[in-house]
């Protein structure tokens, strides 16, 4: 099992920069690529951007890509999310995921992650 704990998100203005961390425990996780999505009030959960267990490979959704960074150290077993030029339509519930071993990269789609983090809260202000 692998348990993920998100932190690091807060209320930001406009233009502003925050960095997501993901702490995992249970088991390394550097067999896996890792996910962030985010969901916002009433909205769908939706894919952000996702990196190979190794850290060579990123992908981002449209909407953030050039803004925002995926990275990872395995040693300290920790994924980050690194926001800039951030929006108030980035504001939503950001949670991070471990990719299902099955399923090819990129993943894009909740279904194709095994393990979630509880969340944390980003709020963009305009």
């Known amino acids: 099992q692998v348990q993920l704990v998100e932190s690091g998100g807060g209320l930001v203005q406009a233009g502003g920069s925050l960095r997501l961390s993901c702490a995992a425990s249970g088991r390394t996780i550097s067999g896996y690529a890792m996910g962030w999505f985010r969901q916002a009030p009433g909205k769908e959960r939706e894919f952000v951007t996702t990196i190979t267990w190794s850290g060579s490979s990123t992908y981002y959704a449209d909407s953030v890509k050039g803004r925002f960074t995926i990275s990872r150290d395995n040693a300290k077993n920790t994924v980050y999310l690194q926001m800039n030029s951030l929006k108030p339509e980035d504001t939503a519930v950001y949670y991070c995921?471990?990719?299902?071993?099955?399923?090819?990269?990129?993943?894009?789609?909740?279904?194709?992650?095994?393990?979630w983090g509880q969340g944390t809260q980003v709020t963009v202000s305009s």
């Open positions: 995921a471990a990719q299902r071993t099955s399923t090819p990269f990129p993943a894009k789609t909740s279904r194709e992650y095994g393990y």
